[in-house]
């Protein structure tokens, strides 16, 4: 008779041979290591409470319940109201801290344009998206985890594609209405403009920065009020900054090429509002940008 103690281990060594491929496709869902982490760690409790005697392919399996498990943590950010941090100047770098993940995770992690697009996507769309055009992951088993049917489930990911290509081209048609949102952002953080900065910032909107002195650590924060609230602290910011294109993104700049620099990049949705900001003020990250006039 087997020994239940050797069915676990086996399982537990087949999910640690999945564990980068699973984490790498929470990273892209989540953009966060700590949650992609979160979420792996979840789909290892689910895996130990069921029965997957029947499963034939337990690395599709463990991708499908990582994405279902990421899916309700983005809908989750969605529905939740951010609380303000305890200083003003914390929204923009003591937040959720995100502790670096291994070397290998950081250099497969997607690049700076596409993370950042990819905060502007609906759940489903970014569901749809990582797992089929990253992932290689069927239409037939996507639709289940987003409640749809595979044709519903490819128009999906269709949308997230083209929204995908466009927010990271200079050549954008609607790179006007993107400029016009970066510039009304720093002009109501200039004037410290509470309700100018929560009327152009999506409800959702998501700030991560560099955490100073702690290479490679992020924070993370959620809500237009939260993220508001922050910025109106980088009002000297503003007032100095000039508008960039940082990896064709449109963003804003300041001391680049000096040890104070700082850079904003902005994700801007169809509707015109802020949808997600990366503040990079770690050496290393400034060095791999491409920084032009805008």
């Keep these: 008779m087997t020994d239940p103690m050797d069915d676990k281990d086996l399982l537990a060594a087949r999910f640690e041979a999945d564990r980068a491929h699973l984490r790498a496709v929470a990273y892209r869902m989540l953009g966060s290591t700590a949650e992609a982490e979160d979420a792996v760690q979840e789909a290892w409790l689910r895996l130990s409470r069921s029965d997957t005697g029947d499963v034939r392919n337990l690395s599709g399996w463990l991708t499908t319940v990582v994405g279902r498990v990421c899916l309700d943590m983005l809908r989750s950010r969605r529905s939740r ?4 941090l305890s200083a003003p100047e914390a929204a923009y770098g003591d937040g959720e801290a995100v502790e670096p993940e291994q070397q290998a995770m950081l250099a497969d992690s997607v690049g700076l344009a596409l993370l950042v697009v990819l905060e502007t996507l609906e759940p489903a769309e970014r569901l749809a998206f990582v797992l089929h055009d990253m992932f290689g992951v069927p239409f037939d088993d996507i639709a289940p985890i987003v409640d749809r049917t595979p044709v519903a489930a490819r128009q999906l990911a269709s949308r997230a594609r083209r929204r995908v290509q466009g927010g990271g081209s200079v050549a954008d048609p609607d790179q006007a209405l993107r400029r016009a949102a970066v510039s009304a952002f720093l002009a109501a953080a200039r004037d ?11 409800p959702d909107v998501t700030v991560r920065a560099d955490v100073p002195g702690r290479p490679g650590v992020t924070s993370l924060i959620h809500g237009a009020a939260t993220v508001a609230r922050g910025a109106i602290t980088y009002g000297a910011f503003a007032r ?10 449109y963003g804003a700049a300041l001391g680049v090429g000096t040890p104070e620099a700082r850079v904003l990049v902005f994700a801007i949705t169809d509707a015109g509002r802020v949808a997600a900001v990366d503040i990079i003020t770690a050496p290393d990250r400034l060095a791999t940008l491409d920084i032009r006039p805008a």
Excluded: I
């Excluded at 410290?192 to 999506?202: K, N, Q, R, S, T």
């Design 192 to 202: 410290g403009d509470f309700e100018a900065l929560v009327a152009v910032l999506d």
């Design 240 to 249: 100095a900054s000039g508008p960039v294109l940082v990896d064709g993104l």
């Design 81 to 84: 109201r951010e609380e303000p």
